[in-house]
């Protein structure tokens, strides 16, 4: 029925609208393809760019051919040589470090948050998701000033006092976990739960091979989604961070080079991009959950 | 018309309302209390991370900063210091060394509150606006149906998956003098621009790179917007006789409401914190010293010299950001809390100009409508 009539002329002869699940014109593809094209190129030229100066050597650094050109691994080896004061390697365990526990915390508490806000009934759940979604909105500038205060009074801001940063960091990561796990949770069929026990399933049984399996999916990527944002965190580390607990990103800001004020930057580049692969990777293997972790909730239907 | 697919839309809803809405009753006993042991953790850890350190800084904001008088150079005691803080921000009061104020100097940190506010707001709307037209485009290009899907999304989220401080590292390279940006513009004819040096230059550099990174966020929240609008809908608009134009003012427009005032909000609010990407780029400087100096870098700057003071103005950030939410929740329709039902009737309490766009559904559950963002 919609076939026919979309077919069918409109009565005032706009023929252009004619559009709908018809093969698509030659010059239509072209311009399809040219456009996805250009959205190709937004999202990897520049990580190319990073990536070709990272491999070229030092003294071609501003070499501009689009294409690889003096290549070395020198670069790599300088980004994580400590001779100039920089810890690359330290600052990569640190940032995993720093990611997985406070991924691991965000995850066991906000899993029965969201539980709750997704499945049960109870007075002030509006009010719990309105606190939630505001501390999701805090910014976290103001967290600085009253926490380097108190951290530094307790003597947290040197050492391997990992907590400093792990601490501040639930302040984004854990109402992320639980509004993302709250839209995962509230679009699962929990009538297959009831239909467990109806079948003979104790409530754990019922939990453990039914839900489980199913909820795993959304409870991976919001894991991935916590642990990305507390990988590229900056503000609260470069203020928190101690020479011995500094992330990544703070390393990376601070990377000095053989002269002060003058920038290295392709060995910058080359520790950009290690720092960059390991998140490609999960975006290559998991693009589909990642897209449906970041716009969970926001979408009905 | 605009009847037509808000019915559609609230039938699509009430399909989707998981059935823990419908049950009520007898098998909601005791789910009050066990809900409440389940959301404790929670609550009581934001409230040591959030909670707390904001009760502190309020605290803080009203105290004076002990320590060396920068003009006397003696000892100030510390103590409670009104509402002078505020007064130094607000109204640009500086304190001097016998006591009283003057208005703040030029070069001071206290001078530069207005500059930095309205840096932040130019560096807001500039981004924004970019970010929605570049978004619409993109997330209607990659609505289509085409070969390569999986490519061109793993594509688009690899600016949002590096991380901010390297993008300002990868763009300080870029805009460098002898940089790609600069030979770029060779071929067309423009003289190398002092990138991260001149005030204009750096703004624009600030505001290219953060475009970059955070359009692929808008275009994909625009995209589930788009792909929920069955093509029945444009197929009857075609048969109508509507124009493209039309078809996307009336159509796509009005059904893509929510999830994309949803991304505006946070967007807005992420740029209004905006600090990684102009300090690491800039450090916050440019033109006359601080053309790129957001709210936030000023307040990290003005922790070195003083905590009381510093609280104070992260104080005013944090009231800046709750004010810009609460506008955009209360009118920008950005619902990414809805109201329990029985507390909105149908129609009831919403602006008349809504009312025809966005029916209030009472069988929407809150669950759904809980925005995702993404993270710095």
């Known amino acids: 029925m919609t076939a026919d009539l979309a077919t069918a002329p409109p009565a005032d002869g706009h023929l252009s609208q004619q559009e709908f699940r018809q093969p698509k014109t030659g010059w239509k593809t072209t311009r399809l393809y040219a456009g996805l094209t250009l959205i190709v190129i937004w999202g990897l030229a520049p990580f190319y760019w990073m990536i070709v100066t990272g491999l070229r050597d030092v003294g071609f650094t501003f070499d501009t051919t689009p294409w690889p050109t003096h290549v070395t691994l020198d670069n790599f080896r300088t980004a994580f040589s400590t001779d100039r004061g920089n810890h690359f390697g330290q600052a990569l365990v640190n940032s995993v470090i720093i990611g997985v526990v406070t991924t691991a915390v965000a995850m066991l508490v906000g899993v029965f948050a969201a539980y709750a806000l997704a499945r049960l009934h109870f007075p002030g759940k509006y009010l719990v998701l309105g606190f939630i979604l505001g501390a999701s909105m805090f910014p976290g500038v103001a967290l600085v000033s009253p926490l380097f205060q108190l951290f530094s009074s307790i003597n947290w801001l040197n050492g391997y006092n990992y907590q400093a940063l792990i601490i501040p960091d639930i302040s984004f990561a854990l109402p992320l976990t639980v509004y993302t796990l709250t839209a995962f949770f509230a679009e699962m069929p929990w009538e297959l739960e009831e239909s467990a026990r109806m079948d003979g399933c104790t409530p754990g049984q019922a939990f453990r091979r039914i839900m489980l399996p199913l909820a795993a999916p959304g409870l991976f990527t919001t894991a991935i989604l916590a642990f990305i944002s507390s990988w590229n965190e900056f503000l609260l580390a470069s203020q928190f961070a101690s020479a011995k607990t500094q992330p990544v990103t703070v390393a990376i800001a601070n990377f000095s080079g053989a002269q002060p004020h003058q920038e290295p930057y392709t060995a910058v580049m080359a520790a950009g991009t290690i720092v960059t692969v390991p998140l490609i990777i999960m975006v290559l293997f998991f693009q589909r959950a990642i897209v449906s972790g970041l716009t969970a909730g926001s979408v009905k239907g | ?376």
């Open chain 2, 1 to 376: 018309m605009s009847t037509t697919i808000a019915d559609s839309t609230t039938s699509g809803r009430a399909q989707g309302t998981p059935p823990s809405r419908r049950r009520k009753g007898g098998l909601e006993a005791g789910q009050p209390r066990q809900a409440f042991w389940l959301v404790l953790p929670t609550l009581l850890l934001l409230t040591v991370v959030i909670v707390y350190p904001l009760v502190k800084a309020i605290i803080m904001s009203f105290q004076k900063d002990s320590g060396l008088d920068p003009a006397s150079g003696l000892f100030v005691e510390g103590g409670s210091a009104g509402l002078s803080n505020y007064k130094h921000w607000l109204l640009q009061q500086c304190n001097v060394a016998g006591g009283g104020t003057i208005p703040c100097p030029a070069g001071s940190l206290g001078s530069q509150f207005y500059d930095a506010l309205w840096v932040t707001l130019f560096f807001t709307v500039a981004t924004v606006v970019i970010e929605i037209v570049l978004g619409l485009w993109f997330a209607t290009i990659m609505n289509r149906t085409f070969r390569g899907r999986g490519l061109v999304r793993a594509a688009i989220l690899i600016p949002w998956a590096i991380p901010t401080a390297v993008t300002a590292k990868l763009w300080l390279f870029i805009f460098a003098f002898d940089g790609i940006a600069n030979h770029l513009l060779g071929f067309v004819g423009i003289n190398p621009l002092l990138w991260t040096g001149d005030a204009w230059p750096a703004r624009f550099a600030v505001i290219i790179a953060d475009v970059w990174k955070t359009t692929p966020f808008m275009a994909l929240l625009i995209l589930a917007g788009l792909q929920i609008i069955s093509a029945d809908v444009y197929e009857a608009a075609a048969i109508d006789g509507a124009s493209k134009w039309q078809t996307f003012r009336r159509i796509t427009l009005p059904m893509i409401k929510v999830p994309l005032m949803v991304a505006v909000l946070f967007r807005t609010l992420d740029v209004l914190r905006i600090f990684d990407l102009p300090w690491i780029l800039t450090q916050g400087g440019g033109g006359n010293g601080h053309a790129t100096s957001t709210l936030s870098i000023l307040v990290i700057n003005q922790i070195r010299t003083g905590f009381n003071s510093a609280s104070a103005l992260s104080t005013i950030v944090f009231l800046i950001i709750a004010f810009a939410a609460f506008l955009f929740i209360k009118f920008g329709g950005a619902d990414v809390v809805q109201r329990p039902p029985t507390v909105s009737k149908p129609g009831g309490r919403r602006p008349f100009w809504r009312r025809s766009t966005t029916p209030a559904d009472p069988s929407t559950d809150v669950a759904a409508d809980v925005p995702a963002t993404v993270g710095k």
